[in-house]
């Protein structure tokens, strides 16, 4: 029994020290600067295959004909928790623009707080992206009026862009991401438990091991005396 008090004793020390690695870990993260920038939606004013020269539809555009049009709605978003300042913005940011023949048209849409601006800019088939104050929080959205390219499906690629205490600016798609996908700190609470129920299970398998070992020598000493 003391044994088994001992081992159980080793397993509750390594799960402290796992518990406290995470936690600092876990408040590290929260102190770094983030800021995203997502494709929220896409809207297609025809589908594939509606547009094409010898029939169907076709689509007019300051008195010209364009294969298609399209909106793209894309959130600009600090999802950290420290704020960002316009200062901390080396140069604006460019979102560099898939599947684009050219660029109709860019307005911020949206923002939180209201008086957020970022005079958003096109320039060829990229947007550009002034710097200014964003709390922890605070995001914009940008609508931008695109013509694809023949069979194109117009997206967001890439960024570009310098920001201070931003290690890596993150682009994708929310309309690909699946919405069940797990949140960070909830993975990472998953990770622990494994890790934790792993070195029980070790723990255990060991504390057994060396019970039949102490039995085979009680087993072999009685032998011996016999």
């Known amino acids: ?34 800021l995203s920038i997502i494709l929220q939606n896409r809207t ?19 008195n010209r004909p364009i294969p298609n049009y399209a909106i793209l709605q894309i959130r600009i978003a600090n999802d950290g928790s ?16 898939k599947d684009v023949a050219e660029i109709l048209g860019v307005e911020q849409s949206a923002a939180n707080p209201p008086d957020l601006r970022l005079d958003p800019m096109p320039l060829g088939s990229e947007i550009l992206i002034q710097g ?21 499906v117009p997206g967001v690629s890439g960024v ?4 201070a205490g931003v290690n890596r600016l993150d682009c994708s798609e929310a309309i690909k991401i699946d919405s069940r996908k797990l949140d960070p700190l909830t993975s990472r609470l998953l990770m622990l ?6 070195l029980t299970v070790a723990a255990l398998m060991f504390w ?12 072999e000493v009685e032998r011996s005396d016999v």
Do not use: C, H
Request: hydrophobic share 45%.
């Open 1 to 34: 029994m003391i044994r088994f008090w001992n081992a159980l004793g080793a397993v509750a020390g390594v799960v402290a020290v796992v518990i406290a690695i995470f936690v600092f870990f876990n408040g590290q993260d929260k102190e770094r600067k983030s």
């Open 160 to 163: 570009k862009g310098r920001v």
């Open 44 to 62: 297609t004013l025809l589908g594939s295959g509606m547009s094409n020269p010898q029939g169907g539809l076709r689509v007019m555009y300051d």
């Open 208 to 219: 057994r091991y060396r019970m039949q070992r102490g039995f085979q020598r009680i087993i």
């Open 132 to 152: 200014a104050l964003m709390n922890p929080g605070d995001w914009s959205q940008v609508n931008v009026a695109v013509v694809p390219t023949v069979n194109g």
């Open 193 to 198: 438990l494994q890790v934790v129920m792993m």
């Open 82 to 97: 420290q704020p960002i300042r316009g200062v901390d913005f080396e140069e604006p940011l460019t979102v560099e623009l």
